[in-house]
């Protein structure tokens, strides 16, 4: 079993519509989750954290955080052709020094105009 | 602010030979680590500094090594290169685990490949 799965995609939305992404983790001592934002050729980019049970939302994301089903998701809504990219899900343990994030595959997101 | 910055952004080595990788992390960031990202993969953890001292280490081989400088400043080295470390080897840093956030931004990236 993978560390953090994510959905394989690709996941094709309609311009305007709701994009969910998803992701799940195995490791119970996970305590901090992110997902990032990588176009083709470039970096990763972050663009939503999140440490508690619940929503968080940042203008069109919001992010969801379920760590009793060890499950978080990012909502992208009124999806707009530049949010075609792969979406990275992270996820770190707390405790010691580390800042170790541990990385899902990435779900390869495209916006259709 | 500039961000995380890397050098060089692209490298073109033969197999068994070494490469130094180079990290600036933002301004106020002490904490440097690094990542190996093989395409088509999420980038896998190498190695973490703080302080200029090892604070983590992933599942690579000897290798690997890196180190943390004065100024914050990270190189990482890689001996005896393979063709399979054909990868874009990134660079976060972030902020003091004191400072109360663990977000880690990434710089461009350098592209290494292995002929």
Redesign the interface.
């Known amino acids: 079993q993978k560390e953090v799965e994510q959905n394989s995609g690709p996941l094709s939305v309609p311009e305007g519509a709701i994009a969910s992404l998803n992701c799940t983790y195995s490791d119970r001592g996970s305590q901090s989750f992110f997902w990032y934002r990588q176009y083709s050729g470039k970096s990763p980019e972050l663009i939503m954290s999140i440490y508690s049970n619940g929503d968080k939302e940042d203008g069109r994301f919001t992010a969801q955080l379920n760590k009793a089903s060890q499950y978080v998701s990012l909502l992208i809504r009124d999806s707009q052709p530049s949010d075609s990219a792969t979406y990275l899900c992270a996820v770190n343990r707390l405790g010691g020094s580390a800042r170790q994030l541990t990385f899902g595959s990435g779900t390869q997101l495209t916006v259709l105009p | 602010d500039a961000g995380v910055t890397q050098s060089p952004t692209h490298l073109i080595k033969t197999r068994g030979q070494h490469v130094t990788l180079r990290c600036s992390p933002i301004s106020g960031h002490k904490?440097v680590?690094w990542?190996q990202q093989v395409l088509?993969?999420?980038?896998?953890?190498i190695f973490?500094y703080?302080e200029k001292e090892e604070?983590?280490r992933?599942n690579f081989p000897d290798r690997f090594s890196a180190r943390q400088f004065p100024n914050y400043s990270s190189e990482l080295n890689v001996n005896a290169l393979l063709l399979g470390d054909s990868a874009?080897y990134?660079c976060?840093s972030?902020l003091p685990?004191d400072r109360g956030?663990?977000?880690?931004?990434?710089?461009?990236?350098t592209r290494l490949t292995v002929t």
């Open positions: 904490s680590s990542y088509g993969q999420g980038p896998q953890f973490q703080y604070r983590g992933g874009l990134l976060a972030s685990r956030t663990y977000e880690q931004y990434f710089g461009p990236g």
